[in-house]
């Protein structure tokens, strides 16, 4: 019995010592797999052995270009293969000095894997690559697309590292949640995001909003650069826009036909580094006496303002103002022209003749009384008539 259990005992180690033996070699095969399918780059560290030959033997580092100076050999590309196919290639290029030499190339120090993103994004650049790496995980490193870039004009497209093999897809469809167009990013992999060309453009001036802007290259014109900076202002003297190109050229557009009448108006196109300027226009209309708030108002060209529509600029007439002796003063051809409306009969029967069209540098007055104190009146102008020169009329 005691033979009989030293003799399991024993049959019990050397199983054991066998099945280490066993796992023992297959883990470098497993290794070896893995580094089979590994290739080349940039920052890798390898190390080549030739047997029985150490002259020729060495650690390398890729450089940025992939070329690697090596015994015999010379210069050869290495970014880009994978371990057994720098074996192969140098074991060929030896056999000009070596019978039948033999080569084990390992990797020593592998690279961090990273991906390189670039094109359109917030920041372009390499980051790490992570498994399972998706387009959009790639995007969302490098900042996501800017903020300028419209989804449905922009495209994205992956350069496979070692083989070059491009994959283009629209940004909408990678955005859409489609697996087949998210694709997985691999080390090494270029990600470029890429839209219409945008030109930068710069719009000052009477404007809501300011600033330098980018508009597609196939779409620049003067209406589009005044539309992505808000609009103008009702002050803009929008006859008068000034377009100033890089190379000190001007050209001067009148824009109220297609800004107020939505017609044609030709209009150059912007190139890079061109300057929209929208000036302030000096047109005014004096609107005093007894109203909400007496003062100067800025008058749009080409846009008609009426008698009703200048009272209702200065908040209307106050609770003493007479609108039915309104009094409009004129000057023109330099002399002065004195007309009285009311404004009552327009309202109560539609008689337009009682709500005039009022002209830049007009004055109206709204009198306390139904009785037109010329005398009143006539003093207010003189302050009035100091401040039209002042707006150039």
Not at 201 to 213: D, E
Not at 372 to 389: D, F, K, M, P, Q
Request: charged share 20%.
């Amino acid at each position: 019995m005691v033979m009989y259990t030293r003799g399991i005992k024993q049959f019990s180690c050397s199983v054991l010592a066998f099945a280490f033996a066993i796992l023992a070699l297959l883990a470098p095969t497993r290794s070896f797999a893995q580094e089979s399918q590994y290739v080349l780059g940039a920052d890798d560290v390898i190390t080549i052995t030739v047997v029985r030959q150490p002259q020729f033997s060495g650690d390398y580092l890729i450089p940025f270009g992939g070329e690697v100076d090596l015994p015999v050999a010379g210069r050869m590309k290495l970014a880009g293969l994978t371990l057994q196919e720098v074996s192969s290639q140098y074991t060929e290029k030896l056999k000009v000095r070596i019978l039948k030499p033999e080569v084990v190339v390992t990797l020593k120090i592998p690279r961090v894997q990273q991906i390189h993103v670039m094109g359109v994004v917030g920041s372009p650049g390499s980051y790490a690559w992570k498994p399972s790496y998706r387009l959009t995980e790639a995007l969302s490193a490098a900042g996501g697309a800017r903020p300028d870039i419209q989804t449905s004009d922009a495209t994205v497209t992956v350069r496979r590292f070692g083989t070059d093999e491009r994959l283009t897809f629209s940004l909408a469809d990678v955005l859409s949640g489609d697996v087949a167009k998210n694709v997985v990013v691999n080390p090494g992999d270029v990600v470029a995001l890429e839209t219409i060309e945008l030109v930068p453009i710069y719009v000052m001036g009477s404007v809501k909003a300011p600033g330098l802007y980018r508009l597609r290259k196939d779409s620049a014109g003067v209406l589009e650069a005044l539309a992505i900076a808000g609009g103008v202002l009702d002050t803009a003297n929008t006859s008068n826009v000034k377009v100033v190109h890089l190379n000190g050229q001007e050209e001067v557009i009148n824009l109220t036909p297609a800004l107020l009448g939505g017609e044609k108006v030709s209009s150059p196109r912007l190139s890079a580094g061109d300057l929209v300027v929208v000036s302030e226009s000096t047109d005014r209309v004096a609107i005093l006496g007894y109203v909400g708030k007496p003062g100067f108002y800025p008058m749009r060209p080409g846009k008609a303002i009426f008698l009703s529509d200048a009272i209702a600029m200065a908040e209307g007439a106050d609770r003493r103002g007479r609108t039915s002796r309104i009094a409009v003063v004129r000057m023109e051809n330099g002399k002065e022209q004195r007309m009285v409306y009311d404004l009552g009969k327009f309202f109560a029967a539609g008689d337009a003749k009682q709500n005039p069209q009022i002209r830049p540098g007009d004055v109206v007055f709204v009198p306390e009384t139904n009785k037109i104190e010329w005398t009143t009146i006539i003093s207010s102008l003189t302050t009035a008539g100091l401040l039209w020169r002042s707006f150039g009329n």
